[in-house]
T-cell receptor
């Protein structure tokens, strides 16, 4: 979607290797989120950020870490990838924490851990 | 914690007909926001419609409308004059009114909508 890009779009990695996914926004939005999407589970929140260097855990944060050193970039790291982390990962941004603006989502990263 | 339930994993409708997708949620809050997102095969998440809980009037966006029943904690999506382009996964989502820490958006598991030509 315009204003938010995720990279890479697809990735295959081996069990036990570290993996970093990148989310980049040009909207100067304060709030950024990482979700994972799995069949039968919808989207579940992994981590979110409410400002530079300000992050917090979501519902399914185990095995993941994040960093936000600049407003525009939010990185998701799998320290040691496992097969259970095979999923589609979405980044989302929001200008405000409340309101009906909803979120703007990136196009997703399909990660396969073999 | 809030939960969102979509009880219909899959729905099918004839083109040009009307279909209603169900969503219920559980919350102890009195003010919140509700959303329907569409996810076509392209994987892109597209906001379809939104509703503020303190507004009694049901939201509408062209062929899309909601039936918001606050007391019943129900938020169904009605699609009128269904078109082939409406075929997608539809997700219901809840957002707290303010603050909420890590709550963000809470999603249901989705309903796969099939449009029969």
């Amino acid at each position: 979607d315009a204003g938010i890009t995720q990279s890479p779009r697809h990735k295959v990695t081996e069990t036990g290797t570290p993996v970093t996914l990148r989310c980049h926004q040009t909207e100067n939005h304060r709030y950024m989120y990482w979700y994972r999407q799995d069949p039968g589970h919808g989207l579940r929140l992994i981590h979110y950020s409410y400002g530079v260097k300000d992050t917090d855990k979501g519902e399914v944060s185990d095995g993941y870490s994040v960093s936000r050193s600049k407003t525009e970039d939010f990185l998701l790291t799998l320290e040691s990838a496992t097969s259970s982390q095979t999923s589609v990962y979405f980044c989302a941004i929001s200008a405000r924490q409340e309101g009906t603006d909803g979120y703007t989502f990136g196009s997703g990263t399909r990660l396969t851990v073999v | 914690a809030q939960t969102v339930t979509q009880s219909q994993p899959e729905m099918s409708v004839q083109e040009a007909e009307t279909v209603t997708l169900s969503c219920t949620y559980d919350t102890s809050e009195s003010d919140y926001y509700l959303f329907w997102y569409k996810q076509p095969p392209s994987r892109q998440m597209i906001l379809v419609i939104r509703q503020e809980a303190y507004k009694q009037q049901n939201a509408t966006e062209n062929r899309f409308s909601v039936n918001f029943q606050k007391a019943a904690k129900s938020f169904s999506l009605k699609i009128s004059d269904s078109q082939l382009g409406d075929a997608a996964m539809y997700f219901c989502a809840y957002r707290m009114y303010s603050g909420g820490g890590a709550d963000g958006l809470t999603f249901g598991k989705g309903t796969h909508l099939i449009i029969q030509p």
